[in-house]
Nanobody
Framework: VQLQASGGGLVQVGGSLTLSCAAS????????MGWFRQAPGKEREFVAG????????HYADSVKGRFTISRDGIKNTVLLHMNSLKPEDTAVYYC???????????????WGQGTQVTVSS
């Protein structure tokens, strides 16, 4: 599956952004989907994930209550709605797909190209 992430940009503290991940194939019942991010000088980290079939979602503690992951099964798109953004959310955000759900980057076999999110104070 090919993935293309978009929607990043520059936003002020407290603002909102929605990232989109367009998949070349059907993801519901086929792939678990995840959003990860990597800030300069840091390792790539899990942000949010969506299981393959039952729609269960999981979030990193740092974004819980502020970010929401969702799937549009018709458009084969996975969205990441980000609210109450903080400077520490600044990073390149990647979407990824895996046959098995996990919060580990190593589990994901397919990755989008990344989209930059910058939160300015």
């Amino acid at each position: 599956v090919q993935l293309q992430a978009s929607g990043g940009g520059l936003v002020q503290v407290g603002g909102s952004l929605t990232l989109s991940c367009a998949a070349s194939a059907r993801t519901r019942n086929s792939y678990a989907m995840g959003w990860f991010r990597q800030a300069p000088g840091k390792e790539r980290e899990f942000v949010a994930g969506l299981s393959r079939s039952d729609g269960a979602s999981h979030y990193a503690d740092s974004v819980k209550g502020r970010f929401t992951i969702s799937r549009d099964g018709i458009k084969n798109t996975v969205l990441l709605h980000m609210n109450s953004l903080k400077p520490e959310d600044t990073a390149v955000y990647y979407c990824a797909a895996s046959v098995y759900y996990s919060i580990q980057t190593e589990t994901y076999n397919w990755w989008g190209q990344g989209t930059q999110v910058t939160v300015s104070s």
